[in-house]
């Protein structure tokens, strides 16, 4: 198994710029999640999907967008960028067990900056 | 929503030394905590974790410990080795309505640096 996969690891956008980042798990795995990391401010959830069709916005949505039409995708839409979004994006896959939703697998990565 | 605190925010140690690592949480309903650890450039990765109807969870020289009444948990990592040197994340989360999706909650994260 690949696990959680991301594309592009490297992005720089200007400002206003679109650009989708993209996730994939081969895990079969119910749940998804977008987080962001930035210095200081440990990871922070952007948003997530229970299954193929939902979605819900976590702490910091504005200015992201995310659809889930399979079970392995789940891409991250910026649609204007900003200098702001500047940080690194992890996307994260789990499922629910026996003993309730077990751990996240997390993917490698996207750096962005926008200048 | 959730809030989770970390404490420290670094800390260093010497090789051998254990290293205690704490977080407090908010909302009680809160019941699975994972411990992650990040290398530098690297993912998170899950080292340990508890759920609320357990005290305490070792695994080699890790072991975690968690006091519902006060709402907080703790990392402690002995023998401390050069490799352990990384960031390490709490979390707390909360299982949705009939055993769903957890929404997440990191603590910002520990900076340790184990000295040889």
């Known amino acids: 198994n690949a696990g959680v996969t991301q594309t592009p690891k490297f992005q720089v956008l200007k400002t206003g710029q679109s650009m989708t980042l993209q996730c994939a798990q081969d895990?079969?795995?119910?749940?998804m999640s977008w987080y962001r990391q930035d210095p200081g401010m440990g990871l922070r959830l952007i948003h997530y999907?229970?299954?193929?069709?939902?979605?819900d916005q976590g702490e910091v949505p504005n200015g992201y967008n995310v659809s889930r039409s399979t079970t392995e995708d789940f891409p991250l839409r910026l649609l204007s960028a900003a200098p702001s979004q500047t940080s690194v994006y992890f996307c994260?896959?789990?499922?629910?067990?026996?003993?309730?939703?077990?751990?996240?697998?997390f993917g490698p990565g996207t750096r962005l900056t926008v200048l | 929503g959730e809030n989770v605190e970390q404490h420290p925010s670094t800390l260093s140690v010497q090789e051998g030394d254990s290293a205690v690592i704490k977080c407090t949480y908010s909302?009680?309903?809160?019941?699975?905590f994972p411990w992650y650890k990040q290398e530098l450039g690297k993912r998170p990765q899950l080292i340990i974790d508890?759920?609320?109807?357990?005290g305490e969870k070792k695994d080699q020289r890790i072991a975690v410990t968690l006091n519902k009444t006060a709402k907080h948990f703790s990392l402690h990592i002995t023998e401390t080795q050069p490799e352990d040197s990384a960031v390490y994340f709490c979390?707390?989360?909360?299982?949705?309505?009939?055993?769903?999706?957890?929404?997440?909650?990191f603590g910002i994260g520990t900076k340790l640096q184990v000295i040889p």
């Open positions: 994260a896959s789990s499922y629910s067990g026996p003993s309730g939703v077990d751990t996240q697998y």
């Open positions: 895990m079969n795995h119910e749940y």
């Open positions: 999907s229970v299954g193929a069709g939902i979605t």
């Open positions: 909302d009680s309903a809160s019941n699975y």
């Open positions: 508890i759920r609320s109807n357990v």
């Open positions: 979390a707390a989360s909360i299982e949705g309505p009939g055993g769903g999706y957890q929404k997440v909650t």
